[in-house]
């Protein structure tokens, strides 16, 4: 078992060395057509026809600088390609560093450390990937460096031993060597498929021009299309037919890393049920996933022409491979999916405050009652005590929204300061559904940075309490019945970071959720209740849309 | 003429072949080595996490005084450890204190629930998992390593050129043997 880099390199050499032939093939294949082609359409426009003209009547001298020329690009561009490849597949995907303030991006980097340990101690690097779809990826290139991505939705979905399973299956990948020639041949190809769409492009604009010059051009056009087209094609049915016993092979080293078959088992089982894209990338690189993002019905058949044309195996083969690995069957698995699911919490009923007056705390002695009018001249902070008039309970003007409104109006001057906007409190750091937010725990509203709101709306730990659903109901009703223009909004907030005004708007006019945002800080206030009336409305219309 | 050239070739089977064989002994031994000191890695890593721990389980814990304090004892007792049977008894020793302060840790759910002490547990859990892998990279090497030293040829040699087997990283107790991987 090869667990060395050294290792990796003369076990796989033959098959990379396949790949840059395949490469010098394509340049030099190119560069002749091309000169072909153009002989002889220079030789139809001198003379007028083609009649007399022999079958590649060109001196040998000049294929073979072609050739000469074909393997210094090749050399050029493998060596761009495969040395630089991670950092540039990872951009494609759009992959992000974890955040090590998010409780599941640092549980994910924790589990890429251990099944790092677990091979040895390489060095493998931890990516995720901005998306709700269900899926996980490994890369890796020449310079010894290598990477795991996995999807926020994963993230979510999966507990912590699935997940370990799931990293497993993609570092086995890795020290077997298949993700080093997938990334390799990835990689090289990827600049074919990129030349391959621009000329389909150019093709179908100049369909609309015709012209005795453009004939020629076009014509050249179209043979380099038809190349990289094969070329593409080719490279795929190659990768496509080592990979899908690679990925038995990986299972296999999986749970020779995690010693946990069940796990890996369930952790396929939900995401082969859910989406599981990649997000928005190009066809070549689904071989890198641990499921193909790209559903097939030949997926889940066997034989030949499946073999050749798709790149995963069948779900429910690898399901019985690692099911008899953990003496169990289907049914004890699906039971065992459904007891890991951790239900969402139930929000128990809050009861409505009614308007009263107050008895407030002044130098020690209480003073009273008064009415909200009354307490004009005296001099209220968020943290003075009061006590509502017929009530014991004694509390801090922060924790009563009539008077932090009060408080509001006439101007406070601690704006700035990262208080809360709406009643002045100081911020507190706190984790929502594992994303680092600031939060008042005077009136309960939330200051988020705009970057993460993606994954608030992936992740479901949080429970929803029946005034939240019904005042989502409320906004629905809003969204349903049309917004016509663009709404005139008060702004009356002012951002805890920088003090100026924020923009009020509708986060969108799907969802007409009412928030504050300071485009200069890139943060939104979302009042108390309106983050969860947002995550509902959007979780329900996801699910409305699955059925 | 054949004759000459048969016995150049053998001479050179005879010396090239051990040649081989001591090379991939030495590589083995070192993988070996390297597998053990990374434990050694891991356990540093979960000594330093444990005063903290204990730290913020003493704010809610007033009265487990006794858990806690067997914790740290055990904890100061595997920093101390010498030798390699002791080393291993020792942290044996703390994982037990540990699972038992985790036990206890279920009766104070505002403990459970306290943000500081989750990212604690991740930690720790973290680090147990990783002496853990280490403990199976290292025993993987430790049977690659056996498995070249005793088969033939290579065993007709290996006593000579100073290579013996390695001890495997074991269970001590009955019932370490018995008990399940904890999930914390």
């Known amino acids: 078992m090869p667990f060395s880099f050294v290792e990796i390199e003369e076990h796989k050499s033959w098959q990379i060395g396949f790949v840059f032939v395949g490469l010098v093939l394509f340049y030099f294949v190119g560069a002749s057509l091309l000169i072909v082609v153009t002989h002889y359409v220079l030789l139809y426009q001198a003379r007028g026809s083609l009649a007399n003209t022999g079958f590649l009547l060109l001196p040998p001298k000049i294929f073979i600088c072609t050739f000469l020329v074909a393997l210094a690009a090749a050399g050029l561009h493998w060596v761009y390609s495969i040395y630089q490849s991670i950092p540039h597949l990872l951009k494609i995907m759009r992959a992000t560093a974890p955040d090590p303030q998010d409780s599941y991006h640092k549980q994910l980097q924790n589990i890429v450390d251990e099944v790092s340990v677990a091979v040895g101690g390489r060095k493998i690097d931890c990516v995720v990937l901005p998306t709700s779809a269900l899926n996980a990826f490994s890369l890796a290139d020449f310079s010894g460096k290598a990477a795991i991505g996995v999807t926020e939705g994963l993230l979510t979905c999966l507990n912590r031993a699935q997940l370990e399973a799931v990293v497993g299956h993609e570092a086995g990948h890795i020290i077997m060597g298949d993700t080093l020639i997938e990334t390799a041949t990835v990689s090289a190809v990827s600049v074919f498929t990129g030349l391959n769409h621009f000329l389909g492009e150019a093709l179908r604009g100049s369909r609309t021009s015709r012209s005795e010059r453009g004939g020629g051009a076009i014509l050249l056009v179209l043979v380099l299309y038809l190349v990289t087209l094969v070329l593409r094609f080719l490279t795929y049915l190659i990768s496509m037919f080592i990979s899908r016993e690679c990925e038995y092979r990986a299972d296999a080293v999986a749970v020779r890393l995690v010693r946990d078959p069940l796990s890996l088992a369930q952790a396929l089982r939900k995401i082969s049920r859910g989406w599981r894209g990649g997000g928005d990338i190009y066809d070549s690189l689904e071989t890198l996933f641990i499921v193909s993002p790209n559903c097939n019905a030949l997926d889940e058949k066997e034989g030949f022409l499946a073999d050749l044309f798709s790149t995963h195996p069948p779900v429910t083969q690898r399901l019985k491979i690692l099911l008899s690995m953990a003496h169990a069957d289907l049914n004890t698995l699906d039971a065992s999916v459904k007891e890991n699911e951790v239900a969402r919490p139930t929000v128990p009923v809050i009861e409505k405050i009614t308007e009263p007056r107050w008895l407030i705390d002044v130098n020690g002695k209480w003073e009273g009652p008064f009415a909200a009018a009354a307490t004009l001249g005296m001099d209220l902070r968020y943290d003075t005590f009061i006590r509502r008039d017929g009530s014991g309970q004694v509390m801090m003007v922060s924790d009563d929204p009539d008077l932090i409104g009060l408080l509001r109006q006439r101007g406070e001057s601690s704006r700035g300061q990262n208080n809360c906007p709406r009643c002045l409190t100081p911020l507190a750091n706190a984790l929502y559904e594992g994303v680092p937010v600031e939060s008042c725990q005077a009136c309960g509203g939330v200051l988020l940075a705009d970057d993460k709101i993606l994954r608030i709306i992936i992740r479901h730990e949080q429970g929803f309490s029946a005034e939240v659903m019904r005042q989502a109901r409320l906004v629905q009703a809003v969204a349903q019945k049309g917004i016509l223009g663009v709404p005139k909004f008060h702004h009356e907030l002012s951002c805890p970071r920088c003090a100026q005004i924020m923009n009020r708007h509708f986060y969108s006019f799907v969802y007409p959720v009412e928030v504050d945002t300071c485009y200069l800080c890139n943060v939104t206030w979302y009042d108390k209740d309106e983050l969860e009336i947002l995550q509902y409305l959007i979780e329900s219309a996801e699910s409305a849309q699955q059925g | ?184």
Do not use: C, W
Request: glycine fraction near 6%.
């Open chain 2, 1 to 184: 003429m054949m004759t000459g050239l048969l016995l150049v070739i053998l001479v050179i089977l005879l010396v090239a072949a051990p040649i081989a064989i001591y090379n991939q002994l030495v590589v083995l031994r070192q993988r070996v080595k390297n597998g053990f000191s990374q434990i050694d890695v891991q356990l540093k890593r979960r000594h330093d996490l444990i005063p903290n721990l204990v730290e913020t389980a003493k704010g809610y814990m007033a009265h487990e005084r006794g858990t806690l304090d067997e914790v740290i004892k055990a904890r100061n007792m595997a920093i101390g450890a010498q030798g390699v049977a002791g080393q291993a008894q020792a942290e044996n020793m703390l994982s037990g204190a540990l699972k038992s302060l985790f036990a206890v840790v279920e009766n104070y759910p505002n403990l459970k629930a306290d943000t500081q002490m989750l990212a604690l547990q991740e930690e720790l859990t973290n680090t147990e998992n990783k002496i853990s892998f280490a403990r199976q990279y290292y025993n993987d090497e430790v049977m690659n390593y056996n498995t070249q030293v005793t088969v033939f040829p290579a065993n007709l040699m290996a006593g000579s050129f100073g290579f013996n087997k390695e001890e495997f990283f074991q269970a001590e107790t009955p019932e370490d043997r018995a008990a399940p991987k904890v999930q914390f």
